[in-house]
């Protein structure tokens, strides 16, 4: 851990601070509105056979089918649930038989967390690695769930969450982004978990650009009595933006699925709209996306590491091009990924990315 003291330099009597570094695992998985099995394991994707992080932001897209029906209904609190069950079974160790699925629906109902003391979510689990969902919330196919170190709770303050729909008719939830916030000693944190709008034809990227900077532009978190607190995305002390962005790649379909085949990611990403955007400056002006070293994450066949469109038992499907719709990119200082990856989950036709970074975060020093 490395510690920095910092004071003010024209007050001899300010309070000493020091920067101490915090672990965050942050994941993103369009599931296909597929609802996860019970006996899903999802250490494979929190890698917690090796080091645990301070810090688990979980964001999924498409929980639900996104049909006419689901759209209207902005959260379903059994679904959320359910993944929330089966994330704390693989932070916590523990028997997910153990969870009261009635008892932990009643909870749902309230929208955002901190989790009360004693509800359904906190497990009797006397563990210093024992963690607790501290927020999270659902807007139709979109869900963000964090979850921190027990002992790290009387730090965390302020959370929040803000919702943008993007989809039908430009406000509902079918598109868009949930974003939560929180402060973590006295570091600002904030998140955006988002689905973009689809499509792989020419021009399609220019909606994606214009739900981004809807997304920028229309979240606000609530201030309270606390002035300070900021209330747009890049306000924010650390940002991480994660989600299936949906951006596709600058090459005709053959050429794409040629270069795939030989992994010829390089030239791959540097005709990947994405790319081409956080290089040009535009809507993502100032964002960062650590190095891609991984296939394509979109699009498969269900149960199966066949790209669409691939023959397969002898049918050719819908044109599905690959790509790296599912990102996750960050803004600002004091913040240094080291790793990303995929995970290798053939529930839908996303694979999820995952990535770790180190953050910095200001900690008083104690009093002596």
Known sequence: MMRILLADSDSTSAPLAEIQNFTLFVSSWNVGGIAPPN?????????????????????????????AGSVIVPENTTICMQWNSLISTALNKIDVNNITLQEAEEEENVRVYPLKKGSSLKFNVENSTQFECIISKQMVGIFITVWARSPLLPYISHTSVSCVGCGIFGYLGNKGSVSVRFWLHETSFCFVCSHLASGGKEGDERQRNADASQILSRTRFSCDSFQYLPRKILQHDRVIWLGDLNYRIYLPEATTRSLVNDRQWSILLQNDQLKAELREGCIFNGWQEEDIEFAPTYKYYPDSDDYYGCSQNGKRGKSRAPAWCDRIIWFGKGLKQSQYNRGEFRLSDHRPVWAIFKAEVKVPSPLY
């Open 39 to 67: 006996d899903l394991n999802m250490e494979d994707l929190l890698d917690t056979r090796n080091n645990l992080a301070d810090i688990y932001v979980l964001g999924f897209q498409e929980i639900v089918p996104l049909n």
